[in-house]
């Protein structure tokens, strides 16, 4: 009976769904900041109907009870339109065999009516709620109330959650009973309850995908449909029964399976962010990288030290940068998070880092959160791959709630990264490659036979704008030396100034580039403990300006320094 506490046995096991009790005593409330923002999408579930009891023993007459609470629950709001999440148990109608008025009876249970009290007190409304959707044997129901937008609770990803992490669950435990100052009121709505404590286990189904959550948090009749939420705040499952002879094993059904539950009756597209979907196996091979990503992306980059997808329609990109590094794994994951790795990387601080899968490349995975100029708040879920002198860094990238809500395959894909060495055969003598005319990417310069050509619109000079095409060039395995051919369709003050300007800045390097360049400079400068130096020389032409640069680390200069003066002055020799 809805009202009392159930009791069924399943496997051996006595369990005692959550169901809303009125007559036993309160569970222990420990709220902190995550549970008081999760405070004002919980609801109170309150089932009105009629009460019918038929004694055994014939003698006795029934005993009929209209329009009154027939039962209450736990349930909370999981999107803004008003869409509440509760257990099918708490709403259902049926018949229980119990003892009434001390003499057993069948009482069967006429649901008229359910009232769904939002927020702390009802603060954001008390609404009649219509059941548009139930699963028995998932024991998953969703309610529509009449609303709009109302405060609701984010998903989290219950693949994502391991065991041993903090959870906390909230509900309604026992009804008004709590309320033992109030409870005579019979418009008291009670304030939610929480309780902390660990994600116990995973218990799995014969199909080995997650069942239930266990959790050593309290859970009491009356918690059926409350969310049990991760120490980030997000729900991560929806709690349903406890063991009733274990005080600390209550069981909540994944968020996943919730997520495959709306899926199937057509509600998930009204949640507020969207599912990512499984994809497959991309082999990068001229980038050496192979990755699984989510169905829907795909590498748009035509950089080979570069893979992005652009954004999903809730925010989500995925980016993948190689470079050349001497530091250890932790030094460039810090300098990653503090933004002076990555050009246009926003400093983050690390939430979590775990260290790599044994037999993998050393790696560092972990998330991290920060806000992003102009204010949005994000989250990015990263791996870093060390490779003896290069790195691979993998990133997703988005609004804390679409990552959170995905949090499981962003993770998946993370850990499918494989990432194999460029820097296969590096510059240790000099190098003479025949020059080849052409027309790379509009540029008309020529190209040295044999490199990596690829589209490029970038300076080392900084102080120059982007320019409208452009190529930049390595030798076949060694991407840390680069000669980078920009140029402008005409002639740009603010190319002068900029070239001008990184000549008098940095001071131009011995040997730099000849020939009838109108303007030189060269610099060193350090990246990610690799000493380097860029040339560059600009060539006025008739029909615009072409920006020449070589870039190459300090112990390479020797081998291509000649090549670069060569280029230079076939270059403007053909102008």
Known sequence: MRGRHRRRVEAGLLIVLAGASLHLGAGTASPQADAARAADAMAFIRVVGDLHVQFTEVYRAPVVRKNVEVATGSGFVIAPSGLVLTNAHVVKEEAVRRVYDGAEAE?????????????????????????????????????QVTAADLPYLPFGDSDAVDPGRPVQVLGFPFGRQVEVGRRADPAVIPQVTVTSGSLSAAREDEAGARRYLQTDAAVQPGSSGGPMLDEEGYAVGVVRMKLARASG????????????????????????????????????????????MPDGFEDVSPARLRVTTGETGDGISFRVDRLATTWDGQTLEQAVLGGKALPGFVPAPAAVTRQSVRGQPARRVGSATGTAPGGPRFRLEYALVNLRGEAV?????????????????????????????????????????????????GVRVATPSGWSVEPAAAATCGRVPPAE?????????????????????????AVVRGVQSCAA??????????????ATYGGRFETLGVSMEARGALVQEAEGSLLLELEAPVSKLPFVQGL????VREATAAR
Do not use: C, Q
């Open 393 to 441: 860094v993998a990133r997703f990238l988005g609004p804390p709630d679409a990552l959170a809500f995905n949090l499981g395959l962003v993770r998946r894909s993370l850990e499918t990264l494989d990432a194999s060495r460029l820097l296969t055969a590096e510059v240790k003598a000099p190098v003479s490659p025949a020059f080849e005319a052409g027309d790379g990417n």
């Open 107 to 143: 009482i069967t249970l006429d649901s008229k009516r359910v009232e769904v009290a939002i927020g702390p007190g009802g603060a954001g409304g008390v609404l009649d709620g219509a059941v548009v959707a139930e699963d028995d044997d998932l024991d998953l129901a969703v309610l």
């Open 469 to 493: 095409t452009g190529w930049a060039a390595s030798p076949p395995g060694d991407f840390t030396v680069v000669l980078r051919a920009l140029r402008w369709s005409r002639e740009s003050a």
């Open 564 to 567: 670069f003066e060569r280029w």
């Open 249 to 292: 094993a209550g069981f909540g059904i994944p968020i996943e399976r919730v997520k495959d539950f709306l899926d199937a009756n057509g509600l998930l597209g009204l949640m507020p962010v969207a599912r990512l979907r499984s994809g497959v196996v991309h082999a990068l091979d001229w980038k050496g990288l192979h990755v699984e």
């Open 505 to 518: 800045s940095a001071g131009t390097a011995d040997g730099a580039a000849p020939g009838g360049a109108s």
